[in-house]
């Protein structure tokens, strides 16, 4: 996935020279523009005529506040989704726990945010399809049957009754989730669509500028959203975008992280991107020329982190890669500090350098454009502020240095250049010292590696303990005696 610093929030706006800034939003920050959506739970208890719950836990029961202060439409289902689901996850802890009480005032409150849900999305979105209208009966039935049910279980004494009663409540419950997520996934698809309509319709270069912002910021909302926006052939729409030198810097770029979010290897679906392979040369194509003319750091980080991520999802652009000269274009940035000059966006360009060293033509570019030289330096990668963010992308840059290493050494005149560089050495030195590779046992399984397919070029450039202890071993022999090479057996 894209190894972005910080927080999963990221703000962008474009500035005099079309310069791109990234803005942490503050956790505090957040938890403020929350609170003001919510009020505390007393307040439902009473207009419920319930009495107020003395439990411990009380205090933590939000409910969300209805009101035209709350945005668009897609905002308020996401808020309302998050709390809903929230009260589902908690009732069934409070059933686990035979908790009866709190389990029917709880499943009263989720009837209240189910109806609100259905009552905001009528009022202030697009009328409901026949589709929706059905699911929406269907839940509201579910809710009054929870309410019903749970009700009477106050009343039931008798174990063996209450046991029975639990099955059923777990069903209901079980059955008002799966109408609750169809619901919401209608929703939202209808609403990321109309935002993907709105692009594809706008001649207005700030509504782009600002839907293609909502749309980034829709895929920090988690791996559903996502898979929402390629389903309505969002990722096809950023194309368009990208392609179009008429729109700014900042734009391109906005589109380039969306495309990197939706392209990740590590969501869990893969089927809905087949149509962006109709596009893939346009956008791999455009990518490569925003790295090339990047005036920024973080246009850099964030088109460099799209073409990584496509590079996992097709071996097909690791060969258009190789057509664009995007090895020069890449190897090229790294010696400019205004493009290139974090951990976070080196992990980009030797995640790509990883991928393309599969294809054999690879080889013959690195050693054009001195590109060992610039993996060396890379199993060298440093943390400057010791942030765990930074120490992990500093990891991350070591291993796919190491990898991206032994795949090239499969050309014997890579290998040489490596062993001249004394590569060798700085491969010994982070299998054998563990403070170099900070502890990590995947730098050190990938150092192991590329060591052992230099050696197999090279063998003199490895004295006799090193071979003896790094290369002649079974791997996981090595393994093993380097990674216990710092613990005391005092």
Not at 173 to 179: I, K, M, N, R, V
Request: aromatic share 4%; charged share 20%.
């Amino acid at each position: 996935m894209m190894a972005l610093p910080g927080g999963r929030h990221l703000d962008s706006m474009p500035l005099p020279g079309q310069r791109l800034h990234l803005m942490q939003v503050d956790s505090v920050q957040r938890w403020m523009e929350d609170l003001k959506l919510m009020t505390e739970c007393e307040c439902m208890c009473v207009l419920q005529a319930k009495p107020i719950s003395l439990e411990e836990d009380a205090q933590g029961d939000l409910i969300l506040a209805g009101g035209p202060s709350l945005g668009d439409p897609l905002q308020l289902l996401l808020k309302r989704g998050w709390v809903i689901s929230t009260e589902l996850r908690r009732i069934g802890q409070k059933l686990a726990q035979d908790r009866w009480a709190r389990v029917h005032s709880m499943s009263v409150r989720l009837t209240c945010h189910a109806r609100s849900m259905v009552s905001e999305y009528s009022t202030g979105s697009r009328s409901s399809s026949q589709e929706m209208g059905q699911i929406e009966k269907l839940l509201m039935e579910k809710c009054s049957e929870l309410s019903a049910v749970t009700e009477r279980c106050l009343q039931v004494e008798n174990e063996h009754v209450l046991k029975s009663m639990k099955a059923c409540v777990s069903d209901t419950l079980s059955t008002l989730g799966q109408h609750f997520s169809q619901l919401l996934e209608l929703a939202l698809t209808r609403e990321v669509q109309a935002l993907v309509r709105k692009i594809d319709a706008s001649d207005n270069i700030y509504t782009t500028e600002s839907t293609t912002g909502n749309l980034f910021s829709l895929t920090q909302e988690g791996a559903a959203l996502c898979r929402i926006i390629a389903k309505v052939d969002g990722v096809l729409c950023l194309a368009d975008i990208l392609t179009d030198d008429s729109h700014s810097e900042a734009t391109r770029a906005e589109a380039a992280a969306v495309v990197a979010q939706v392209t990740s290897p590590h969501l869990p679906f893969t089927q809905h991107l087949s149509s962006f392979l109709e596009s893939m040369e346009e956008i791999v194509t455009a990518l490569v020329k925003l790295c090339q003319e990047a005036s920024s750091g973080e246009v850099f980080l964030l088109a460099s982190a799209a073409l990584a991520n496509i590079t996992f999802f097709d071996t097909m652009a690791c060969e258009m890669l190789l057509q664009l000269n995007a090895i020069r274009v890449l190897l090229e940035a790294c010696s400019d500090k205004q493009r290139v000059d974090t951990p976070y966006t080196r992990d980009q360009i030797v995640t790509i350098l990883a991928n393309m060293s599969v294809l054999e033509q690879c080889a013959s570019d690195i050693i054009q454009e001195n590109g060992v030289q610039l993996i060396m330096g890379m199993l060298s990668e440093k943390p400057r502020s010791g942030t765990p963010a930074e120490v992990a992308a500093c990891e991350r840059v070591q291993q796919k240095a190491a990898v991206t290493l032994a795949r090239l050494s499969r050309d014997p005149e890579v290998a040489r250049e490596a062993v001249r560089l004394s590569c060798m050495s700085r491969l010994i030195e982070l299998c054998r010292s563990p403070s170099e590779r900070n502890s990590s046992d995947a730098v050190l399984v990938a150092c192991l590696a590329a060591l052992r397919r230099l050696a197999g070029v090279c063998p003199e450039g490895l004295q006799d303990s090193d071979f003896q202890q790094l290369v002649q071993p079974r791997l996981v022999d090595s393994f093993l005696l380097c990674s216990n090479m710092e613990e005391s057996f005092v």
